[in-house]
């Protein structure tokens, strides 16, 4: 996955990428990411990348100029790319999304958004897509772009220690995960279920499954209206409706 990321704190996202699996996943070369700082693309003596909003307003808003400045110099290579706003007004950015984004074999800008927001003309003649992470507000794009970055590099081949990690994670299945446990067996008098110590690998998945989805029918019941259903789970739907009564 190929990345190059707009923003004026590039010292958020260069930390982020320095640790743990997308760290790993850049010295595999698995995940290519570079960050811009957007000040660098200015052109006047201040690196200014704000100002006041036309018709007034609280707030200031992104400037065009440094925006289309950096998409454009970047795209001077040749290479397409595929510029991504994260923005609250794109669409909520999902498993299948991040999927999407993992196997595409595009480059992506990322626009990290700040303040008010960015000036409109930016939208209609940069952006190709937008991406929300959700129905509420922070304080800027970075950590949206880190969100997209993370769950998608977690789905390339090879980006996790176990491949089986990123299949039985919450959402790849549409269901949400099972309980683990690890030492020690007794912790101030919880126990780990007996069935995990059996070495019965039929049972131990079997009780997985149940414990998925009796997780998933009580915290996201919505998930399964969407998810396909096979007979041994609506068995088991059935029998823990019934427990839930």
Not at 150 to 156: S, V
Not at 169 to 185: G, K, M, N
Request: aromatic share 8%; hydrophobic share 40%.
């Amino acid at each position: 996955m190929r990345c190059d990321v707009l923003t004026i704190f590039p010292d958020i996202i260069k930390a982020y990428l320095d640790e743990s699996i997308l760290r790993r996943a850049q010295e595999k070369g698995l995940l290519d990411v570079k960050v811009y700082n957007l000040r660098d693309f200015t052109s006047d003596r201040h690196r200014k990348v704000d100002d006041y909003p036309f018709g007034g307003g609280a707030g200031m808003v992104l400037k065009p100029e440094p925006l289309f400045n950096a998409v454009e110099a970047l795209k001077g290579d040749g290479e397409e790319r595929r510029v991504v706003l994260l923005s609250p007004q794109g669409r909520v950015f999902t498993q299948a999304i991040a999927k999407e984004f993992s196997q595409s074999g595009q480059r992506f800008i990322f626009i990290c958004g700040r303040y008010e927001g960015i000036d409109e003309r930016v939208r209609l003649a940069l952006v190709d897509d937008e991406i929300s992470i959700g129905d509420y507000i922070i304080t800027g794009g970075e950590l949206a772009a880190l969100v997209v970055i993370d769950a998608a590099t977690r789905l390339i081949p090879g980006a996790l220690g176990d491949e089986r990690s990123a299949e039985e994670e919450s959402f790849t299945s549409q269901l949400l995960e099972y309980p683990h446990y690890t030492r020690p067996r007794e912790f101030r008098g919880m126990k780990v279920p007996d069935v995990l110590l059996s070495g019965n690998h039929r049972e131990i998945w079997l009780w997985r499954r149940r414990e998925a989805l009796r997780r998933t029918l009580i915290k996201r019941p919505d998930l399964l209206e969407r998810m396909e259903l096979s007979e041994l789970d609506r068995r088991i739907l059935s029998e823990l409706r019934e427990e839930l009564l």
